[in-house]
């Protein structure tokens, strides 16, 4: 039976605080590292195999990674859920933060549904080395398409432009809601449906859901803002759906790592969402685009030979 290292629950835990924020994927990451590094690593780290507790161990990480988010977010999510209680209250839905609130849990059923429905059978099917791979490469098509196919084109909209100026003392936060509250709950179900790509292994979250807001004329600071707001709730559902399983008493001899990477987890991700709501300001998706295609190319020849 494979266990779980201290050294390694927190490097997977470095692993995935970073590449469940950046759009490059982290359970295709999760997957292909151990099996390209290769020895006890790669027997440790295989959630295929029998008796692997590698599993049980990504629920925790992600869902300390989940928690970073919540933090970073804090004032957003206090917005959003005021404006949702009020909208309940009042049964309305007036006001930018009542908006905000209904656009996210709308924008988050088609994944729900989808994930109940598709995940194990996904990962069981896909959770491979050389799959996960293959989506890795057209994960990075995926990001350069949306590059080049943004509405307005590379002449009007070149990538990374920022979006308008906000007012001088209004709140960047607040400002950045008021623009994406323009979108209707059509454009943002289809916005969040992206995240069902996100199943299949190799394929991010974030990238995939920034860039259908792109597609729909976000600019990148505010596609990377409503990406991490609504992978929110999805990561922190499943996590908690999957939780349980930690407690098994097959995995009590992991717990102490597991705890470790957690905490590795939360502090690259909270360092991750900082920098890339600043990155996104005034850069594009091109570099990770290239990177994916790359690495998920070569590490496909790589493992197939």
């Known amino acids: 039976m494979s266990t779980l290292t201290y050294p390694e629950a927190i490097g997977v835990g470095l692993l995935q605080g970073v590449t469940e924020l950046f759009p490059v994927s982290s359970l295709g990451h999760s997957i292909l590292l151990p099996a390209l590094v290769g020895g006890r690593i790669q027997h440790d780290l295989d959630m295929t195999a029998e008796g692997s507790s590698y599993l049980a161990a990504l629920v ?24 949702l209680l009020g909208s309940i209250r ?110 299949f292994p190799g394929i991010s979250r974030s990238g995939v859901t920034m860039s259908a807001g792109i597609l729909r004329g976000l600019h990148h600071e505010d596609a990377a803002r409503f990406s991490f707001l609504l992978a929110t709730p999805v990561i922190l559902a499943a996590s908690v759906l999957k939780v349980p399983e930690l407690f098994r008493p097959e995995n009590s001899g992991v717990l102490g790592p597991v705890l470790a990477g957690s905490l590795a987890a939360f502090v690259a991700g909270y360092v991750s969402v900082r920098f890339l709501t600043k990155y996104f300001e ?16 070569g590490s496909a020849v790589y493992l197939s030979l």
């Open 60 to 83: 925790a990480l992600h869902l300390a990674t989940a928690l970073a988010l919540v933090v970073y977010f804090r004032k957003d999510w206090v917005r959003v859920i005021d404006g």
């Open 90 to 199: 009042h049964r309305r839905v007036e006001t930018r933060n009542e908006k905000l609130a209904w656009l996210l849990i709308l924008s988050t059923i088609p994944v729900g549904v989808a994930g109940l429905a598709l995940e194990k059978a996904l990962r069981n099917a896909l959770g491979k080395p050389v799959p996960a791979a293959v989506f890795l490469a057209l994960n990075g098509l995926v990001l350069l398409g949306a590059e080049r196919l943004k509405r307005g084109g590379t002449g009007r909209r070149r990538a990374g432009h920022a979006a308008p100026a906000d007012e001088p003392g209004v709140d960047p936060a607040v400002a950045s809601d008021h623009r994406l509250t323009r979108l209707g709950y059509g454009q943002g179900a289809w916005i969040g449906a992206a995240q069902i790509l996100a199943l």
């Open 282 to 297: 005034t850069r594009s998706l091109t570099p990770f685009a290239l990177y994916c295609f790359l690495a998920g190319a």
